[in-house]
């Protein structure tokens, strides 16, 4: 399985969404909004459906930020989730929690106290260690 996720960047935060208690693996955990390809769909036409569903913002995808992969385990069984994380930028749209428990939008130091998914653990150390990013002003 292959995911996508944005991370959005807005004057020194970024924008993370929480999952519903209702949610099959890790409920109520953190993460980067996003979700999974479907069949013949692209990365970023996946990416931007997803931002679409989940936070009613049209997403302007730009660059690769970080790929890796993460097995997922429940009660009826494991998963192999390949992550692919983009920049974005918002194009249209106030984000709201459409298919979320909730939005945030974080700075650094509040970054790394939430309680993420495990499958954003590597991509959550790398954007906390990448000084390029957290100068950045405005938008991605």
Do not use: Q
């Not at 997803?50 to 009660?75: C, M, N, P, Q, W």
């Not at 130091?109 to 150390?125: H, K, M």
Request: hydrophobic share 35%.
């Amino acid at each position: 399985m292959v995911v996508t996720g944005g991370i959005i960047p807005r004057n020194g935060r970024v924008l993370v969404a929480k999952r519903h208690m209702t949610s099959r693996f890790e409920p109520g955990k953190w993460e980067f909004p996003g979700g999974k390809l479907r069949f013949g769909e692209g990365p970023e036409e996946c990416l931007s459906r997803e931002l679409k569903e989940e936070l009613g913002i049209e997403a302007v995808i730009s660059s690769l930020f970080s790929a890796g992969s993460h097995v997922y385990t429940d009660r009826k069984g494991r998963r192999h989730v390949v992550l692919l994380y983009y920049i974005c930028r918002i194009g249209s749209g106030d984000p709201e929690c459409l298919d979320c428990a909730e939005i945030l939008w974080a700075d650094r130091d509040i970054l790394d106290t939430l309680d993420f998914v495990e499958g954003d653990a590597d991509v959550l150390d790398r954007l906390l260690k990448d000084e390029g990013f957290w100068s950045m002003r405005g938008t991605a």
